[in-house]
């Protein structure tokens, strides 16, 4: 996770110098830029974005841990929150929220890359896209199946 940060802080720190000033920052269906903004306003929005997420996937295991358990929803909680397994359910719980933080820092690292190229280019947003979110929704399923079966209570 922290190299994939530092690429996305490098990545950045690369284009950013060579960028237009006006950035395409929006694109239709099929890949047209309809709507733009300044390249400095681009890149405060990319670092709110990437703030909240590491907020989120670094911290929300953290919270999670601290709720009272009425306020969390877990596969067979009463089994895995008792004391003797608590521990053993947040590591699950933070593994599986690292994982999913590595696969949107990744998805955004490619985004940003069609980003980039398609305003150094005047071109359209690249097709593939389409390939990178549908491979972000393979893993999101394979992840979502994979932590309700390691939830699962052992028979």
């Not at 490098?10 to 099929?30: E, K, N, R, V, W």
């Not at 670094?58 to 841990?65: A, F, H, I, Q, T």
């Amino acid at each position: 996770m922290i190299f994939l940060a530092l690429l996305l802080v490098g990545q950045a720190a690369y284009y950013y110098p060579i960028l237009p000033a006006t950035m395409a920052s929006h694109f239709d269906g099929s890949g047209n830029p309809d709507g733009w903004m300044a390249k400095s306003s681009f890149f405060a929005f990319e670092l709110v974005i990437f703030g909240v997420m590491m907020v989120e996937f670094l911290g929300l295991p953290w919270l999670v841990e601290r709720m009272p358990d009425s306020w969390i929803n877990l596969p067979n909680k009463s089994y895995w929150l008792t004391p003797e397994r608590r521990s053993r359910a947040f590591e699950i719980f933070r593994i599986y929220f690292q994982w999913f933080s590595i696969a949107l820092l990744l998805v955004l690292v490619f985004v940003n890359q069609l980003v980039y190229r398609a305003n150094l280019t005047r071109t359209a947003f690249d097709s593939s896209i389409w390939l990178i979110l549908a491979a972000f929704f393979v893993f999101v399923i394979i992840w979502l199946v994979k932590f309700i079966l390691v939830f699962r209570k052992p028979s």
